[in-house]
């Protein structure tokens, strides 16, 4: 009986199979490569006795570069979507043969390492998030780009990505390719209520909190919102915004008397905070609700409101404290094996991957934001271009404080994290007494950086040794 | 009479049960796999196929490298196959028979090379591949997989053969087997469905592994290195299509094999 039915099912599985093996064949997803034959004409006069008109063709090929076989191994873009896309859009100009390979992180770090042990490598380019890249510089795996960074320096990276992008040494390893990041939308509506002389693309957090306050007299509701849920980004904004902004640092001016001023300011600003918050995990839907008229949160959770109505939200820049604008970029770079097989290629590679065109193709295919200046064409949907423009400006801001995912913390990023909702809810929710709910989140957070041993990052100065809350 | 009729049913009962705990699954993840994709968005998901889209398979397949790791899967399994019996079997076959100086030592050191974590061999054996010059290829992912499946390919061959009498192959020597045609035509029939059992161990193992799999090549890569790891970061629809595409071969396969695996059910029941 059993078998019966079960022959018949696996024929027919395998029937299934092979019809779409045979109508791959007919259709093979093949990535065109494109040969450009450059033609051009000119017309010379010869004026002589009898004036000839001669028409002269001079066809140009250009001489074809191919750059050969690049092996590009990321731990970006790695759904199967996004390989196609990778494969099939975004590197199909590049003059050569690129093999894009999505890899873990692990699996990544271990493969690059074991190839510099055995001093045969066969990864071209390396791209990943910055986080990865102090790991694979511990062992000694990267190449110097300096030079191509030079050659690069035309394409307006920000300078403060570049430095990021030495890793804390004077030399280049990685070369950044692309970013995500959190900025503030609001609706147009809430922009009347702007505190006088203020600029909305260059906000302070005291102007912030005006603003709020201004809404709140005028509609009797209070109009900001944070994502302070339970899977909301709220730690993030706490990390990368509000303690580099008003401290410069992330962890080091944990308990620093900025630090105290920071939460009095903002347990003052939480007022006119929606009450909500506590519950908001993706800030698009309050925003479209109208529940709230400006929010933080990372660019994903944001892009739906410009998508919807793209008429009725701006993209801001986050606002700026004593410190500077500390933000949260969420970098990825290119870097190249110590023992590349294709070194010129490599570079071709990353150099192709900086070009303008190809960065507007990252964008629209994979939604990684250009990292270079860029003007964004019609073709790219209104709401990803407005949040585009904010993310170009927040990173470009002269006083930008670009405050780093945490690295080397493995898997206690989760309690790190907590350590400073903690504080968040002890001061801001439960007006707790600033100073010693400092002292005891910092007592917690110094011992997750004992166990992890993490040396300070970004905006935090290097340390010897793990990280320490002064 | 009635009593045993009730044991019986619920025998069934029990049997159905279990099918249905295996089969289920395959079959939700079948029905997922062929449906468009707005339909797997909903919820709840229909139990039966309202309408069939080959679609999301179809993006699947056609995905770059998709089928060449596919073959190169099939090729490794069969080749870890291959290695680990005629490695194995014999191994085991010596530990049943033969009592040697050692032997429960060397029984320990077989199973104690199971004892490390790959993870943390990874490194090293990736350098050692390179340096070898095996390095992305079929063969060193098939090598690797017969290191891990050989422990339990011995021990179930072992054990396998130390239940076929020895009087049996004594019998056959007397009547003019040499040793070897005794294990030809004796021991090696008897035991075809341990060695069938082990079979299907050794297949799926290679089928499955994907840690070794993915650090000891890099584009020469076998199926579950080549997507397994992105799946979980894949939309709804092709989770599905990768989880069927990876079921469906391994079934195949336990197909051909088991009627072997009845032969041992079969003479136990009786």
């Known amino acids: 009986m059993r078998r019966t039915i079960l022959i018949p099912l696996l024929i027919l599985l395998v029937a299934l199979v092979v019809a779409a093996c045979q109508q791959q064949q007919a259709q093979p997803p093949t990535p065109q490569v494109i040969e450009k034959t450059v033609v051009v004409e000119k017309t010379v006069v010869v004026e002589k006795e009898k004036p000839v008109e001669k028409t002269v063709v001079v066809e140009v090929t250009p001489t074809p570069v191919d750059y050969g076989n690049v092996v590009i191994l990321s731990t970006q873009a790695k759904p199967i979507e996004e390989q196609e896309k990778m494969r099939g859009v975004v590197l199909a100009d590049f003059p050569g043969t690129p093999e894009f390979i999505a890899e873990d992180e692990g699996v990544l770090i271990d493969r690059v390492v074991a190839e510099a042990q055995a001093g045969k490598g066969s990864v071209d380019v390396i791209i990943a998030l910055h986080g990865t890249f102090p790991v694979l510089l511990a062992e000694d795996t990267l190449m110097d780009v300096s030079d191509l960074m030079a050659d690069l320096s035309d394409r307006g990276i920000p300078e403060k990505f570049v430095e990021l992008g030495k890793l804390g040494t004077d030399t280049q390893y990685y070369i950044p390719i692309m970013q995500a990041t959190y900025i503030f939308a609001a609706n147009k509506a809430a922009l009347e209520y702007l505190p006088e002389g203020a600029d909305p693309d260059k906000l302070t957090y005291e102007q912030l909190r005006e603003w709020g306050k201004n809404m709140q007299e005028a509609t009797g509701e209070q109009k900001l919102g944070f994502p302070a849920g339970e899977r909301g980004l709220m730690h993030r904004f706490l990390e990368g915004y509000l303690y580099p902004s008003y401290t410069g640092t992330m962890v080091t001016g944990f308990r620093s008397p900025e630090a105290a001023t920071m939460w009095g300011e903002f347990r003052d600003t939480w007022q006119y905070v929606n009450v909500q918050s506590v519950a908001y995990e993706f800030m698009q839907e309050p925003l479209l609700a109208e529940e709230v008229w400006v929010a933080f949160d990372h660019t994903a959770r944001l892009i739906n409101a410009f998508k919807e109505r793209p008429d009725d939200f701006v993209a801001l820049p986050a606002p700026s404290g004593p410190a500077g604008l500390g933000f949260m970029p969420v970098i990825v770079g290119a870097a190249i094996p110590k023992n590349a097989p294709n070194p010129e290629g490599a570079k071709a590679m990353i150099e192709y991957l900086t070009r303008p065109e190809t960065q507007i193709a990252i964008l629209r295919e994979i939604g990684f934001f250009p990292v270079t200046s860029v003007d964004f064409p019609g073709y790219v949907s209104v709401g990803i271009r407005k949040e585009g423009e904010a993310v170009a400006k927040q990173a470009a801001a002269p006083n930008a404080i670009p405050a780093l995912l945490p690295v080397g913390l493995g898997e206690k990023g989760g309690e790190f994290n907590k350590v400073y909702r903690d504080t968040f809810t002890r001061i801001v929710l439960n007006g707790e007494d600033i100073q010693t709910v400092l002292e005891e989140e910092a007592a917690n957070l110094q011992a997750i950086l004992d166990a992890t041993g993490a040396p300070c990052w970004p905006p935090d100065p290097p340390s010897e040794g793990p990280c320490q809350v002064k | ?270």
């Open chain 2, 1 to 270: 009479m009635r009593r045993w009729s009730w044991s019986r049913v619920w025998l069934h009962v029990l049997a159905v049960l279990l099918a249905l705990w295996v089969i289920v699954p395959i079959y939700l993840i079948a029905v997922a796999a062929f449906s468009p994709r707005d339909v797997i968005y909903k919820y709840p998901k229909p139990l039966f196929p309202t309408q069939v889209s080959l679609e999301t398979m179809l993006f699947f397949i056609r995905s770059s490298g998709v089928l060449d790791s596919v073959r190169r899967s099939i090729v490794v399994a069969l080749l870890t196959l291959a290695v680990s019996m005629a490695v194995g079997a014999p191994a085991g076959y010596a530990l049943a028979r033969y009592v040697f100086p050692g032997r429960d030592t060397f029984r320990i050191a077989i199973v104690s090379t199971r004892a490390f974590p790959i993870v943390i061999l990874s490194i090293p054996l990736a350098v050692s591949f390179i340096n070898l010059g095996l390095y992305d290829s079929v063969i060193s992912v098939a090598l690797m997989h017969t290191a891990l499946a050989l422990p339990f390919t011995i021990l179930v061959t072992s054990s396998v053969f130390a239940s076929v009498p020895v009087d049996l192959e004594e019998a056959a020597m007397t009547l003019g087997c040499s040793r070897l045609g005794a294990f030809w035509r004796i021991s090696l029939p008897l035991t075809l469905p341990g060695l069938a059992a082990a079979a299907i161990f050794t297949f799926v193992l290679s089928w499955n592994e994907v840690f070794a799999a993915a650090i000891l090549t890099l584009r020469n890569r076998t199926l579950p290195a080549h997507v397994l790891s992105v799946l979980n970061e894949s939309p709804l629809p092709f989770r599905f299509a990768g989880g069927f595409f990876l079921l469906v071969p391994a079934l195949i396969f336990m197909l051909f094999i088991r009627r072997y695996l009845f032969n041992l059910w079969g003479r136990v029941v009786r």
